[in-house]
């Protein structure tokens, strides 16, 4: 079992920044690859970015290409989204996710319950 613990969301202007971060805890966090997708009202959700185990393979969606950047920190058991240039259609719920295997589709193992981000003048 892994545990995944997001924060750092919240109400911002167009333009602006936010870094949203996830905590794991349970088994050994560099056996997973991590992955950040997003829910939007009425949308399904959307893969937004992948780290691989060592952080030497990402992925990330088109729409936010050049604007996030996932990382993370095996040592800290922590991965990150830093977003930046935040447009309103990035409005969403943000989960973190994890898994075994390298996969840019949103079946992954094991889920956080979410973290609000709000892009609205």
């Known amino acids: 079992q892994v545990q995944l613990v997001e924060s750092g969301g919240g109400l911002v202007q167009p333009g602006g920044s936010l870094r949203l971060s996830c905590a794991a805890s349970?088994?050994?966090?560099?056996?997973?690859?991590m992955g950040w997708f997003r829910q939007a009202p009425g949308k399904e959700r959307e893969t937004v970015a992948v780290i691989s185990w060592s952080a030497g393979r990402t992925y990330y969606a088109d729409s936010v290409k050049g604007r996030f950047t996932i990382s993370r920190d095996n040592a800290k058991r922590m991965v990150y989204l830093q977003m930046n240039s935040l447009k309103p259609e990035d409005t969403a719920v943000y989960y973190c996710a994890a898994d075994t295997d390298y996969r840019l589709g949103s079946d992954y193992d094991y889920w956080g319950q979410g973290t609000q981000v709000t892009v609205s003048s």
């Open positions: 349970g088994r050994t966090f560099s056996n997973y690859v």
